[in-house]
């Protein structure tokens, strides 16, 4: 027995000891590659088994390999590294034959020199800047911290994001985000900037791009993770100002050779107050013949959930399917008092009113995708395909009482009301895109999108006593707007010596339709626009470059500027859109020199027709007056934009940003025609990073707003100082960080807004200063980025609503 034991012991290690790997080792373009190192190694603990290497014809075989499980890596010089895995040896396949590996080119051939070098912490291509993110820039940040370290970006106080001063959309690894701006700034500081790779700051985007991103659009781009297990962070913070607020945030990412999982949770709770001053002048040929003034004070609260889960399905090694799902539910809830007086020239005796608001509010919206991605060949030849739903769906309770008093102190017709408020859209999206290499050098892009939205907007409005709701007429109303929009677009790009370009045409159809139904208003909108888009870009020497920038942009209305149904400030004091708007169209000029990929000097000239420019005027003959926006004639932008971003050592970062412009405007408004030649305005900002200690750094934040004219708005100075530490711990995988916002709370905003036959001051003050403490931690490696859809990106960003007053 024994005997028979020895003998099958020893025939199945003959067996399994005669396993065979074979294969061959080409490039992209198929041809074979001689010489490459191969490396077998264990796949349970990498352990290297053997290694070969391809011969003169590029092909191999391993041969006497033991049954288990390996992975093979192949090497070459100027190639990146190849992994095989899932090479299983077993009695039943005792050879396995790869078939062709392609290897993929590291490095850039200029002039038949290949050149390697680490990434520069700014590059400048073409059509946009980026930014590669460094240990200085990321360590201990959340991503929202980052946005204000960037050259051109600016994030408020009350966490508004924008570009060169113009507003902005988000994109993370290439997909704008569908969220509001309170819950993209929770996501954001709820995302570690240690997983992010690198940001794109495209101030103009191409013709690949919707056209209604003429705004700019920063990118964000995670990390990829190659290696299977699971990786993640966690990211905490607190608070305090007048009210105390938090914020968690965790990423999970699993991996395996045929999925990839990503799981990415948010919370953030935000307590805060606004106080506002609004003081209106009515006028009677240019003469003031009566006045309000209301004062306004509001504590908010608002309490944010967004859940995030990713799919990646791996079909082959050229082939992904990825789904996503992003689900924000935001609740709100505000209470404010204010108290308003009234005078006139026939009544000087001011009348006096006490206006109560109880506000609460639920959003929730859904947004999930699915995105196929498939490697024609390794030459880069592609297509993606996309089909993306939105929905968002807002529901608002306005509970306000008003009391009015006469020239008694006893008030007067007291009444409470109760309006019930409810918007919805729904987004449906599909887009394809094709990118095919034409040679080493020049390549050529092309798309198509189409796009439908539903639009639904309700005003209920009850008039309430101790025992009745009647229903009140004068704000009851229903608001449908549909819209369809289809888009083709192509790009060509190349390289010849020291120049650089891109060139692209986009065009769009779109045909809109809405209806008022109880006042039986309804319109039609119906256009062909055609954007063209035209990017250089000139090394002159490794000191200098210049790029010229050219491209026509729209900005589509959002739906609430078309929305006619009002939203109340206080009971003297409305805002309302206006489905009579029409798009705007923007033509769009820079020229930037670059000195060292360091100094950066911008012109840049826009001319903007028909734009949007908001207006108030008399709501009713009580004195109630509505802000609602029109399209004016044209608007003129002039700007020269200086920015300086560098490591000077290695306990120095420094990044400054100036900004002199002119806004000048033609508008008619009521027959009267309003031609402003503006104002030359300057903004400031610096950002200063010192590293103490190799873990522990000091960092500095001050920004400046000189008086600045927009339109028929001109708005005060302001200035604020951001001061922090940071400290990193175990090893740099966890960060701690303390800062303050707004160190001497000097951040206040007030503006004149003037209009034909009303003038308004409008002061707002928010809870600004505000310590923070925040905690990071990073486990198991960077994070992979999910791949998502793009179809519905331009319509989301359209569907945000203003938060108001």
């Not at 396993?19 to 349970?44: C, F, R, W």
């Not at 659009?217 to 297990?229: D, F, L, M, V, Y």
């Not at 309302?576 to 990929?597: D, E, I, R």
Request: hydrophobic fraction near 30%.
């Amino acid at each position: 027995m024994l005997s028979l034991i020895g003998q099958y012991l020893k025939a199945q290690s003959k067996a399994v000891n005669k396993g065979t790997i074979k294969g061959s080792v080409t490039d992209e373009k198929n041809i074979t590659i001689p010489y490459a190192s191969l490396i077998l190694k264990n796949q349970a603990d990498s352990s290297i088994f053997r290694t070969s290497i391809s011969d003169q014809n590029g092909t191999f075989t391993i041969e006497g390999i033991k049954a288990g499980y390996y992975f093979l890596e192949v090497k070459m010089m100027g190639y990146q590294t190849f992994i095989k895995t899932g090479l299983g040896i077993t009695e039943n396949t005792p050879t396995i034959n790869t078939g062709s590996l392609q290897l993929t080119p590291t490095a850039t051939m200029l002039n038949a020199v290949t050149i390697k070098a680490n990434k520069p912490f700014i590059e400048r291509r073409a059509d946009k800047v980026i930014i590669n993110m460094n240990d200085e820039m990321s360590t201990g940040s959340s991503t929202l911290e980052v946005m204000d370290k960037l050259p051109g970006v600016q994030v408020t106080p009350d966490e508004r994001i924008s570009l060169n001063g113009q507003s902005v959309q988000i994109f993370i690894n290439g997909k704008a985000t569908p969220l509001s701006s309170e819950a993209l700034s929770g996501l954001l500081k709820g995302m570690s900037a240690k997983g992010i790779e690198k940001i794109e700051l495209i101030a103009h985007p191409s013709a690949k791009y919707d056209a209604a991103g003429g705004g700019g659009i920063i990118n964000i781009i995670k990390k990829r993770n190659h290696s299977e297990g699971l990786s993640g962070n966690v990211i905490a913070g607190i608070g305090q100002g007048n009210f105390g607020k938090h914020n968690a945030g965790l990423t999970l990412n699993y991996k395996t050779n045929n999925i990839n999982i990503l799981f990415n949770p948010n919370y953030s709770f935000n307590k805060y107050s606004i106080d506002s001053k609004i003081e209106s002048n009515f006028l009677n040929n240019s003469v003031v013949n009566s006045q309000t003034s209301s004062n306004i004070s509001s504590i908010r609260s608002n309490r944010i959930y967004t859940p995030n889960l990713g799919l990646d399905f791996y079909l082959s090694e050229k082939t992904t399917l990825s789904a996503s799902a992003i689900k924000e539910v935001q609740l709100f809830n505000k209470n404010a008092t204010s108290f308003t007086e009234h005078s006139s020239i026939e009544q000087p005796t001011s009348n006096k009113e006490d206006f109560l608001d109880l506000v609460k509010t639920r959003t929730e919206n859904f947004s999930s995708g699915l995105h196929l991605t498939h490697k024609i060949d390794t030459s880069g030849r592609e297509y993606t395909v996309d089909f993306d739903y939105f929905n968002y769906l807002n529901n608002s309770d306005e509970n306000y009482t008003v009391k009015k008093y006469g020239s008694s102190a006893d008030p007067v017709e007291p009444s409470r009301s109760l309006l019930e408020q409810q918007r919805k859209f729904d987004v449906y999206a599909a887009k394809a895109d094709y990118s095919h290499p034409l040679t080493k050098t020049a390549h050529i892009e092309a798309g198509w999108k189409s796009s439908y939205v539903i639009s639904k907007n309700n005003n209920d409005l009850l008039t309430l006593d101790e025992t009745t709701a009647d229903i009140s007429n004068t704000q009851n109303d229903f608001f449908k707007y549909s819209e369809n929009i289809n888009a083709l677009y192509t790009t060509y790009g190349n390289s010849i010596k020291k120049l650089s370009y891109n060139i692209g045409l986009r065009a769009e159809s779109t045909l809109g339709k809405g209806k008022q139904f109880y006042t039986g208003e309804q319109f039609t909108k119906e256009y062909i626009q055609l954007f063209p888009s035209i990017f250089f870009d000139y090394k002159f020497n490794k000191q200098h470059s210049l790029n010229l920038t050219m491209n026509k942009s729209v900005n589509r209305p959002t739906y609430e500027n078309l929305n006619p149904l009002i939203r109340i400030i206080n009971s003297n004091n409305y805002t309302q859109g206006n489905p009579k708007l029409s798009p705007s169209v923007a033509y769009n000029f820079s020229l930037t020199h670059s000195f060292k990929n360091a100094l950066f000097s911008m012109i840049e000239y826009r001319r903007t027709l028909k734009d949007f420019t908001s207006f108030s005027s008399l709501y009713n003959e009580d004195g109630v007056t509505t802000t609602a926006p029109i399209n004016n004639n044209y608007s003129e932008y002039i700007g020269l934009h200086v920015a300086f971003n560098k490591q000077i050592n290695k306990w120095w970062y420094a990044g400054t940003f100036s900004n002199m412009y002119k806004i000048s405007f033609k508008s008619n408004v009521d027959g009267i025609e309003i031609n402003n030649s503006g104002r030359l305005n300057f903004t400031f900002d610096t950002y200063n990073n010192f590293n103490i200690t190799r873990d522990f750094s000091l960092q500095i934040l001050f920004r400046y707003r000189g008086k600045i004219q927009e339109r028929n708005i001109t708005n005060d100075p302001y200035g604020y100082l951001v001061a922090g530490v940071r400290q990193s711990l175990f090893g740099k995988k966890a960060t701690l960080a303390f800062s303050v916002t707004d160190i001497f709370n000097t951040y206040k905003i007030r503006y004149n807004q003037n209009s034909p036959f009303i003038k308004q001051v409008w002061q707002n003050k928010y809870e600004t200063r505000i310590g923070r403490l925040s905690f990071t931690y990073n486990f198991g490696g960077a994070i992979k980025r999910t791949k998502t859809g793009t179809g519905a990106n331009e319509e989301k960003t359209r569907t945000n609503l203003s938060e108001g007053y």
